[in-house]
Nanobody, 127 residues
Framework: QVQLIESGGELVQVGDSLRLSCVVS????????MGWFRQAPGKERDFVAA????????YYGESVKGRFTISRDNDKNTVYLQMNSLKPEDTAVYYC????????????????????WGQGTQVTVSP
């Protein structure tokens, strides 16, 4: 069974940086496209970023372009989300997700949800 465990979320100040990590176990990590999503209280879950299994292709949500960077280390079965210039509107629970298809993670193949999800990590940006 594939398990995804996120870490790195915390309370930070506006303008700070934070790096989230997601360790994947129980599956063939280097065959999965991976991504990050977030959900703020009372709002729908939003796409944040996606990365292909090679790391060559990356996609970002409009609100985080230029501030967030997704990366992966296939030797460590880990995907990262580097978040810079954080804003209060970045406050949310951040979820790691994986799927065989990059299009599913990135959202341009709206055929189903991602196969695998983590439990989430809370990021709070204080004004």
């Amino acid at each position: 069974q594939v398990q995804l465990i996120e870490s790195g979320g915390e309370l930070v100040q506006v303008g700070d940086s934070l790096r989230l990590s997601c360790v994947v176990s129980g599956g063939a990590f280097d065959t999965y496209a991976m991504g990050w999503f977030r959900q703020a209280p009372g709002k729908e879950r939003d796409f944040v970023a996606a990365i292909s299994w090679t790391g060559r292709d990356r996609y970002y949500g409009e609100s985080v372009k230029g501030r967030f960077t997704i990366s992966r280390d296939n030797d460590k079965n880990t995907v990262y989300l580097q978040m810079n210039s954080l804003k209060p509107e970045d406050t949310a629970v951040y979820y790691c997700a994986g799927d065989r298809l990059l299009g599913v993670v990135a959202g341009y193949e709206k055929i189903r949800e991602c196969d695998f999800w983590g439990q989430g990590t809370q990021v709070t940006v204080s004004p």
